[in-house]
C-alpha cells in the first residue's frame, strides 16, 4: 500500500476565490425529521445500506452519523429554543458515551477506597504508584487520536482495505510500546520510583513499586486494547467498549473485595484486580471490533512512511498529553514531598478530581464527531459551529456547577468512605476550596479543546498546553518555597485550569478565528467593494 505524504492544510483555507463578488441568498435547508431513542436519533427514511455518501458512514453506522445529521439540523433554527433543543440532543448522544470515560478512574478510585481502609501508608504509596501507571498510559493516548482519526477518514472513503490494513499497522506499534514499557518498568520502575518519592519517603517505596510491577503485566493489554476502542469509536460503535469497560470496572470491583477486604493483601491485592481487571477489558474489545468485521488479532508491520504518517497526526497530540501529565505528576511529586499524610490527602482528593472531570469528556467527543462537517465538510456553515459550540459551552458550565457542588460533598461530608484518619480528612478538607474552583470550568474547557482539535488547530493547542504547564509549573514552585502546604498544589491547578479556558476562549472568539472566517471573508469583501 503506498501512501503518500503531504504537509498539513486546513481545508477551509484552501477554497479558492476567484473573484470578489456578492455572496449567493441563502436557501433554506430542509432536513428529515428523526424519533427518539435509547442512544440514537434514527431518521424515519431508510438508512444507507452500503455507506451513506454524505456522512461516509459504514453499513451499521447510522447511529451517531444519524445523530450528527439531528444536531446540524437543529443548529439550523435561530432563538433560544433551538438551542435548548440542540443541548437535548447533545446530552442523548453524550451521555451514554460517558461511561467510556468513567471506568478508568472509576479503578482507581475503587483502588483508593479499599486500599485506605486497611493502611494509611499503602494508601500514600498509591499516590505515585498510579502517577507511574495511569498517567504513564495517557500519555499514549496519541495512539487512540491517530487511530479514530484515520479509521474514519478511511471509511469516509469507503476502503474497507486499508482500514483493515491501518488497525492491523496501529496494533502492532500498540503492541510494540506495550512490551517496551513493560520492560521499560521492570528494569527502571524501582529508580523511577525512588526519585519521584525522594530520601524522606523510602518508607512508601516498597508498597508503590510492588504496585506498579503488578500492573506492569498489563501494558501490552492496555495498549492494544486503546487501539481497538479507538477504531470501534471511529465506525461509530461505542456501545461494544463501553461493555468491554463496565465488565472491567466490575471484575476490579469484586477483585479488591475479594484480595483486599477478604485475602487481605493489600496494595497488592489492589493492583492485581486492576491488572486482570484491564487484561479482561482488551480482550473484550478487540472481540468487539471483530464483530464490526475487521480482524483485531492480525498485525502488520508498519513501513517507515508510514510511521511517519502517524508522527504527523500524534506528535502535536503527544505534547499536549505529556504536558497535562507532567504537571498533575509535578503535583503529586510536591504533595508526596510534604509527608505521609499530606500525600495520602492528596491521592484521594485528585482521584476523586479525575473521576469528576472525565464526565465533561463526552463533550470534547461530541466537539470532534459533529464540529468536521460543519466546519471543513460540504455542507459547510460556520454559523451553526458557533451555535453547537454556544450549546456545548452552556451544558459544559451546568456540568461543571454540577459536579463541583456533588463532587464537593463527598469529601467534605464523607471523607470516612476513603480513609479513618482524621490526620488525612483535615488535609483533604483545608483544599475544598481550589478543588471546587478547578472543577467547575473543566467540562467547558473540556468542549472548546474538543472544538479545537476538530478545526485541527493542533500547533495552538500544543504551544497553550506547554505554556499552561510552564507557568503553573512555576507558580507551583512559588507557593511550596513559601511554604503554602497542600493548598498551594490546588491553587496552582485553579490557575491551570482556568488558564486552559481562557486562551481556548479566546482562540475561538477571535475575529480571525477559525469558526469566524466567514466574517472576516465578509468585512473584506465590503472594504473592497467601498474602496
Given amino acids: 500500500m503506498e501512501f503518500r505524504l503531504h504537509s498539513y492544510r486546513p481545508l477551509a483555507l484552501s477554497l479558492p476565490v476567484p473573484r470578489l463578488s456578492p455572496p449567493p441568498p441563502l436557501r433554506r435547508l430542509s432536513f428529515p425529521t428523526y424519533s427518539r431513542g435509547s442512544l440514537s436519533l434514527r431518521p424515519k427514511t431508510k438508512p444507507c445500506r452500503s455507506g451513506c455518501p454524505e456522512t461516509g458512514a459504514p453499513e451499521g453506522t447510522g447511529t451517531f452519523a444519524d445523530a450528527s445529521d439531528s444536531i446540524a439540523a437543529s443548529a439550523s433554527d435561530s432563538g433560544s429554543d433551538s438551542v435548548w433543543r440542540q443541548m437535548k440532543e447533545i446530552a442523548l448522544f453524550a451521555g451514554p458515551a460517558t ?41 499514549f493516548m496519541f495512539l487512540s487520536i491517530a487511530t479514530s482519526n484515520m479509521v474514519a477518514t478511511s471509511l469516509a472513503k469507503k476502503d474497507r482495505t486499508l482500514v483493515q490494513h491501518q488497525i492491523s499497522m496501529l496494533l502492532f506499534v500498540a503492541f510494540t510500546c506495550g512490551m517496551g514499557m513493560f520492560l521499560f518498568t521492570k528494569l527502571l520502575g524501582t529508580h523511577i520510583l525512588a526519585a519521584f518519592t525522594g530520601p524522606e519517603n523510602l518508607h512508601l517505596l516498597s508498597a508503590a513499586n510492588t504496585y506498579v510491577q503488578i500492573r506492569a503485566i498489563a501494558w501490552p493489554a492496555i495498549l492494544v486494547g486503546m487501539v481497538a476502542q479507538s477504531a470501534s469509536l471511529g465506525m461509530k460503535d461505542s456501545w461494544g467498549p463501553l461493555k468491554a469497560l463496565a465488565v472491567a470496572s466490575a471484575v476490579n470491583g469484586f477483585g479488591d473485595i475479594i484480595l483486599c477486604c477478604v485475602w487481605d493483601y493489600g496494595i497488592a491485592g489492589a493492583a ?50 505529556t504536558s497535562k501529565v507532567a504537571f498533575y505528576s509535578l503535583l503529586t511529586y510536591f504533595a508526596t514531598s510534604m509527608g505521609t499524610m499530606t500525600g495520602a490527602a492528596h491521592q484521594v482528593m485528585i482521584n ?51 459536579l463541583g457542588a456533588i463532587g464537593t460533598c463527598v469529601p467534605w461530608l464523607f471523607p470516612s468512605l476513603f480513609t479513618a484518619d482524621h490526620l488525612i480528612t483535615g488535609e483533604m478538607h483545608k483544599v475544598l476550596l481550589p478543588y471546587l474552583f478547578a472543577l467547575v470550568v473543566t ?78 471573508i465578509e468585512h473584506e469583501f465590503v472594504k473592497a467593494k467601498a474602496t
Fill in 99 to 139: 461511561g467510556l470515560w468513567v471506568c478508568g478512574p472509576l479503578m482507581s478510585l475503587i483502588d483508593t477506597m479499599v486500599v485506605g481502609q486497611g493502611s494509611s501508608l499503602e494508601l500514600a504509596a498509591l499516590g505515585p504508584g498510579t502517577v507511574f501507571c495511569d498517567n504513564l498510559s495517557y500519555i
Fill in 272 to 321: 492485581w484486580a486492576t491488572m486482570l481487571a484491564q487484561v479482561v477489558a482488551a480482550l473484550m474489545m478487540m472481540s468487539a471490533l471483530n464483530q464490526t468485521g475487521f480482524k483485531a488479532f492480525s498485525l502488520s508491520i508498519p513501513s517507515p512512511g508510514e510511521l511517519l504518517q502517524i508522527f504527523e497526526i500524534a506528535a502535536p497530540v503527544f505534547v499536549t498529553m
Fill in 352 to 402: 476523586i478530581y479525575c473521576m469528576c472531570t472525565v464526565w465533561g469528556e463526552p463533550l470534547s467527543q461530541t466537539a470532534q464527531s459533529f464540529m468536521p462537517e460543519l466546519i471543513h465538510g460540504v455542507n459547510r456553515s460556520l454559523r451553526k459551529a458557533r451555535m453547537l459550540l454556544k450549546s456545548l459551552v452552556v451544558i459544559g458550565a451546568i456540568s461543571g456547577l454540577s
Fill in 443 to 520: 467540562p467547558s474547557t473540556h468542549s472548546l479543546e474538543g472544538t479545537l482539535m476538530a478545526s485541527r488547530d493542533f500547533r495552538f493547542l500544543s504551544l497553550s498546553m506547554s505554556g499552561c504547564l510552564i507557568f503553573a509549573g512555576l507558580f507551583v514552585l512559588f507557593l511550596s518555597s513559601r511554604g503554602c502546604g497542600l493548598p498551594g498544589c490546588w491553587w496552582a491547578l485553579v490557575g491551570f485550569q482556568w488558564a486552559r479556558f481562557s486562551l481556548a476562549l479566546h482562540r475561538l472568539i477571535s475575529p480571525r478565528g477559525v469558526l469566524n472566517r466567514d466574517n472576516s
